[in-house]
C-alpha cells in the first residue's frame, strides 16, 4: 500500500521537443526529498547515458539530455527511453525521438 502511494505522488512529464535534434528537457515532480536518478536506454535496451544521481528536495525539476552517450559522443538518431529512479520507485518514459 505505502509503495503505490509513493508511485502515484510522483508525477514524470514528457520530454520536450520531442521528437528533438539537439537536446531535450525531461521535467519530473518529487513530493519530498529523495534519491532521484535518471538513464537513457536505447530501444535495445543498451545503457547510453547516466544524466544524474543524487539528493533532491521536494517540487517541479528538470534536467537537459544533449543527445550525447557516456563518452560525449552523440548517439545515433532513433528512439530512446528514460528511467527516473526516486528512492525505490522506477518510471520509464514514453519514447524519445532523435532526429536528423
Known amino acids: 500500500m505505502f509503495l503505490n502511494a509513493k508511485i502515484r505522488s510522483m508525477k514524470c512529464t ?8 539537439s537536446a ?5 515532480s518529487i513530493p519530498r526529498t ?3 536518478g535518471i538513464k537513457i536506454f536505447s530501444e535495445t535496451g543498451e545503457l ?3 544524466l544524474m544521481t ?20 552523440q ?17 520509464i518514459s514514453n519514447e524519445m525521438s532523435f532526429e536528423s
Open 75 to 91: 548517439v545515433p538518431f532513433g528512439r530512446y527511453f528514460y528511467v527516473i529512479r526516486i528512492d525505490d520507485c522506477y518510471e
Open 48 to 50: 547510453v547515458y547516466r
Open 14 to 21: 514528457t520530454n520536450y521537443p520531442n521528437p528533438f535534434r
Open 24 to 28: 531535450t528537457r525531461i521535467e519530473y
Open 34 to 36: 529523495s534519491k532521484v
Open 54 to 73: 543524487h539528493i533532491q528536495t521536494a517540487g517541479k525539476k528538470f534536467v537537459t539530455w544533449n543527445g550525447c552517450n557516456v563518452n560525449g559522443q
